[in-house]
Structures are given as C-alpha cells and as structure tokens.
C-alpha cells in the first residue's frame, strides 16, 4: 500500500523568497511519485515527475523536486516565488494499476 | 494539445436520484481513472479501467457505482442513489503509453 504525508497544510512565503512544500511517502515497491499544482476551481496540472531516473526532477514553472530514498521524501522546491505560484500543491504516489494515492495537499500564498 | 474534457461541469441532483458523469479521455489513452475531490479535502482515487474492465477499485467505490466506457470515447462514473455524502468534484484521468495521468477539469456534483 502507498501513503503521502504532506507537512504543512498552509504555506506562506514572500515574493522572491525560496518555496518549500515537503513531501514523505510510503512504497512497498520503487515508487513513482508526482506533483500536481491545483489553481481555484480548476483541475489538477502536473508539475513534475520521478519515474526512477535522475533523482533531481525539473518540471514546469521553475519548480524542481530531488527523490531521496533514504529520506522517503520528494520535496518541491523554487528559489524564487511569483504571485502565480499561489495555488494547491498536491503529493502524489502511483499504485500498481498506477492509481495515485494523494496527499492532504498544501496551500501556498505567496506575500508581495 | 489533446485534453480530457468532462460534462457537465457543475450537475445538481436531489438525494435519491442516480447521475451519470461523463468523460471524454485524451484519444488513444488505454487507462482511464476516476476521483473525486470533497470540498476542502485532498484527491481520492475511485476506480481505475482498463482493457474494459475495472483493474483496481478503493473502498469508496461500492455498489452504488459503475463506470463504463460504452463507445470508443466516453469513460461515464454512474452513482445510483445519489447521497449528500456524494457531493464533491469529480476528476476523470487517463494514461497512455508513459506514467503521467492527465486529468479533465472536473464535474461538480452537488447532492441537495
């Protein structure tokens, strides 16, 4: 079975300060893990995936994420944050029929 | 860019009355999901289908609901008897050959 623990139900930062969302899973298997941003009243839009190669992720929007496996954490991170960055940031892991079990998401508002 | 697209985007329903949510998968995509989302709560995952049939299913998904995909296109989430409980936004999803999942913009059901 697979679970997603995200700390930190609110997150607020400064414009241009370092965005930090963490994020620690639980696999019995390698997992595959993800991170969706989700914008008022609209769908979820992937950031970035791991998929068990390079650990270090980049996805869209300036975000990146590293896979630490010791840590069993994926956290995402942009050094400098923009007023559109506010939005649901959501921690995902894939299940075998590669369902994806999310976590309790964190809320980032991001301060001018 | 293909898209996954969903109808109605808002439905309002009397307890009791079944609904049908409706899905249109990215073409060509083999796996197909469904998850809703309660106001306020993190993304829970309903059912996945494949090769026509379901592949995985959580413990929300009882025997009040079904999917089908009763064409080459549509990928519907039937709730029999809708309960207040039942209110929430539904996500519909696919995946082709690769591991991400695109999700539509969702159905919000309100059950009055």
């Known amino acids: 079975a697979q679970s997603v623990t995200q700390l930190g139900s609110h997150v607020s930062v400064s414009e241009g300060a370092l965005v930090l969302l963490r994020c620690n899973y639980s696999?019995?298997?390698?997992?595959?893990l993800f991170w969706y941003v989700q914008y008022p009243n609209q769908g979820l839009q992937l950031l970035l995936k791991?998929?068990?190669?390079?650990?270090l992720v980049k996805g869209i929007n300036g975000f990146e994420a590293e896979f630490k496996k010791s840590e069993t954490s994926f956290h995402l991170t942009k050094p400098s944050a923009h007023m559109s960055d506010a939005a649901e940031y959501f921690c995902?892991?894939?299940?075998?029929?590669?369902?994806?079990?999310f976590g309790s998401g964190t809320q980032l508002t991001v301060l001018p | 860019e293909p898209e996954v697209t969903q109808t109605p985007s808002h439905q309002v329903t009397q307890m009791g009355q079944e609904v049908i949510l409706r899905c249109v998968p990215i073409?060509?995509?083999?796996?197909f999901y469904w998850y809703r989302q309660i106001l306020g709560q993190k993304v829970e995952f309903l059912v996945s289908?494949?090769?026509?049939?379901?592949?995985?299913k959580s413990e929300i998904f009882d025997d009040q609901f079904s999917v089908e995909r009763p064409d080459g296109s549509n990928f519907t989430l039937k709730i029999r008897s809708t309960k207040l409980e039942d209110s929430a936004m539904y996500f519909c999803?696919?995946?082709?050959?690769?591991?991400?999942?695109?999700f539509g913009p969702g159905t919000r059901l309100t059950v009055l």
């Open positions: 791991y998929t068990s190669a390079a650990t």
């Open positions: 696999s019995s298997v390698p997992p595959y």
């Open positions: 073409s060509n995509h083999l796996y």
């Open positions: 995902a892991v894939s299940g075998s029929a590669r369902q994806l079990t």
């Open positions: 999803a696919s995946i082709g050959t690769g591991d991400t999942q695109y």
């Open positions: 289908f494949y090769n026509n049939e379901i592949s995985e």
